[in-house]
């Protein structure tokens, strides 16, 4: 039997989130060792670019973390498009000392990567390339019975994301075919950030999602994932959520003619947030207000009392808020508001959205009422 942890899209970088994206491999190397992993699978985007993966300073603190896994268990680390941002065509990834972390490809292979036997699996390992399609012609040994085959690539499957998102777009893409011709019973897949699976014919073709959050609107926890194989046969998974990762969590805020905001809308981001310490936070404030002045004064509350929650990354935006004199005193408005306010839907009801656009569209019109 083999234990292998399943993650992808740490996006390790130098600059201002090195410290965040260390302490997500950090967590990774010990949920591999708690769970006894004989493989952690690294399925691509490991370093945010080229330059990030050269910088002496990270790539030996990389190489730290790994050491840290226990002695049974090995790491295999394909490159993703990541890898590529800033890489001259003379400049080898090989000619770096990664330490425990086995770099899986082959630059006379055609697949591009490295096979791994062992008596439980076969690992074939497929670098990112910017055109899977030849894949017929890759020279692979049959699959041997009693052997579950692994594979581990990074691109776009249409079978399992459907997007759109600019990122994805900038992989190469995976035929649906290709997971049969190569009769693989997991396909350990990077490059795309929402966790989600499929079955393709005899393949469980898996993205657990990037590891951390890398940008904006990469909802939920973050995970990677575990599984075992047994008898030629890959059981069941478990989803291992990475606390060191952090959330990513988006609020709007309405704000009332007079710079004031509903009490039960900050009690619910609060209560949301009750501890945020690497979550990334963006507070969107909506609405039509009187005084610029008073709407800078609301921010700085908000921010006051965010940031004593000391979130990794916080954003105030004020994008949707229009600054129109006159409105606060309004008696229409002030009818229209309670009504409206008294049936505010949940922060993360799919009714949020048409609400506040509805709030928006409804001062607007009182606004123009008052020219």
């Known amino acids: 039997m083999l234990r292998i942890l399943h993650a992808s899209d740490l996006h390790l970088t130098s600059g201002p989130d090195r410290e965040y994206g260390l302490e997500v491999l950090r967590e990774l190397v010990c949920l591999a060792n708690s769970r006894q992993a004989d493989f952690l699978l690294l399925c691509g985007d490991l370093f945010d670019s080229f330059k990030d993966l050269k910088e002496n300073s990270l790539l030996n603190s990389v190489r730290q973390e790994v050491q840290l896994l226990r002695a049974g268990c090995r790491a ?36 591009g990567g490295k096979t791994l036997e062992t008596p439980e699996a076969e690992f074939i390992c497929v670098p990112h390339s910017s055109d899977y399609s030849g894949y017929r012609k890759w020279q692979l040994p049959p699959k041997a019975p009693g052997r579950a085959r692994l594979l581990l690539m990074h691109g776009t499957s249409s079978a399992v994301y459907r997007g759109p998102d600019q990122e994805e777009q900038q992989a190469g893409v995976i035929p649906d075919s290709l997971f049969a011709w190569l009769e693989a ?3 350990a897949l990077g490059h795309v950030h929402s966790a989600r699976e499929t079955l393709i014919g005899g393949t469980l073709a898996v993205y657990c999602g990037s590891a951390r959050v890398w940008r904006k609107w990469e909802d939920g926890p973050r995970k990677a994932v575990f599984f075992e194989t047994e008898g030629g046969k890959i059981g069941a998974r478990q989803d291992l959520f990475i606390k060191a990762a952090g959330e990513y969590r988006y609020f ?19 209560e949301k947030c009750p501890a945020p310490y690497r979550d990334y936070i963006v507070v969107r404030f909506s609405g039509l207000v009187e005084d610029a002045n008073a709407l800078a004064g609301l921010k700085s509350v908000v921010e006051g009392v965010l ?29 229209f508001l309670e009504k409206l306010d008294s049936r505010r839907p949940a922060e993360d009801s799919p009714e949020m959205p048409r609400w506040v656009a509805a709030r928006q569209q409804g001062l607007a019109a009182l606004a123009g009422d008052l020219e």
């Open 307 to 335: 940031r004593a929650k000391n979130p990794r990354r916080l954003e105030l935006l004020s994008d949707q808020v229009e600054i129109f004199g006159g409105l606060a005193d309004n008696a229409l408005a002030k009818q």
């Open 252 to 270: 709007t805020l309405p704000v009332n003619p007079d710079s004031s905001i509903l009490p039960t809308a900050m009690r619910e981001l609060l």
């Open 76 to 111: 295999l680390y394909i490159p993703g498009n990541h890898e590529d941002i800033g890489r001259g065509p003379k400049d080898r990834l090989s000619s770096f000392d990664l330490g425990r972390l086995e770099l899986m490809t082959d630059a006379a292979a055609a697949c």
């Open 185 to 187: 019973d997991y396909a």
